[in-house]
């Protein structure tokens, strides 16, 4: 069936390395990606998303890129900040719907100092 | 503050009883939704509206969950008879159709404990 999953459910790395933060998707006919970042006891908040017509999309010290020959999308996050430390997810719209989301179970990234 | 405002944001309440979530999304945001999410668990859908209209219920929204949007702005989640399997976050999550995309933004949640 359709599902939104991860490789890595912990990620462990030193405050100014980068980050890469890796998903997997199984329906090819999924056409918008998005990540969200969840801190510790607060709700899940958008960092940045992507359509399927792109394969790479940046924002603020963050990057996004999808692979769809193999149905796989990661974050990178430039210079790692312990502000950065939380649970990040890929979420995407299930069977084309474009009004919920199927989101996976998380990475938990830790920055040490 | 202008994002998605959800009230209690922690709720303590015994096995049996009643409860009711509010939520208020994002101006103009004409989809609500509701997830649900357990710990260690990506959110997981509920339900939504489309202004006052509620469009889909989840199959975990058992017979004693009930969500209403009466005038398309704010919402409420009530659950009845609470039991301790619906200990968990209960989030809000507003978007709007349309335009360059549909962007999902999510309130703080609110923490159910049932004891």
């Known amino acids: 069936g359709e599902s939104v999953g991860l490789h890595l459910p912990t990620l462990s790395v030193q405050e100014g390395d980068n980050s890469i933060i890796n998903c997997a998707y199984s329906n090819s006919a999924s056409d918008y990606f998005i990540w969200y970042k969840q801190e510790s006891g607060k709700g899940p908040q958008f960092i940045i998303d992507?359509?399927?017509?792109?394969d790479k999309r940046q924002g603020q010290r963050v990057t996004v890129l999808l692979n769809k020959t193999v149905k796989h999308l990661s974050l990178q996050i430039a210079a790692t900040q312990p502000g950065d430390s939380a649970v990040y997810f890929c979420a995407e719209p299930p069977g084309g719907s474009n009004y919920k989301l199927t989101f996976g179970k998380g990475t938990l990234l830790t920055v040490n100092p | 503050d202008t994002g998605v405002s959800q009230n209690p944001r922690h709720k303590i309440t015994k096995r049996g009883q009643n409860v009711t979530f509010r939520c208020d999304p994002i101006s103009e945001h004409n989809r609500l939704y509701w997830y649900r999410q357990t710990l260690g668990q990506g959110p997981e859908f509920l339900t939504y509206?489309?202004?006052?209209?509620?469009?889909?219920k989840s199959r975990l929204l058992s017979d004693r969950f009930s969500a209403e949007r009466p005038k398309g702005s704010f919402s409420t989640l009530e659950i009845q008879r609470t039991e301790q399997g619906d200990s968990a976050m209960y989030l809000c999550?507003?978007?709007?159709?349309?335009?360059?995309?549909?962007?999902?933004?999510f309130g703080e949640g609110s923490w159910l404990t049932v004891v």
């Open positions: 509206f489309q202004n006052e209209a509620q469009l889909e």
């Open positions: 999550a507003s978007s709007v159709t349309g335009g360059s995309g549909n962007t999902i933004y």
């Open positions: 992507i359509r399927s017509n792109m």
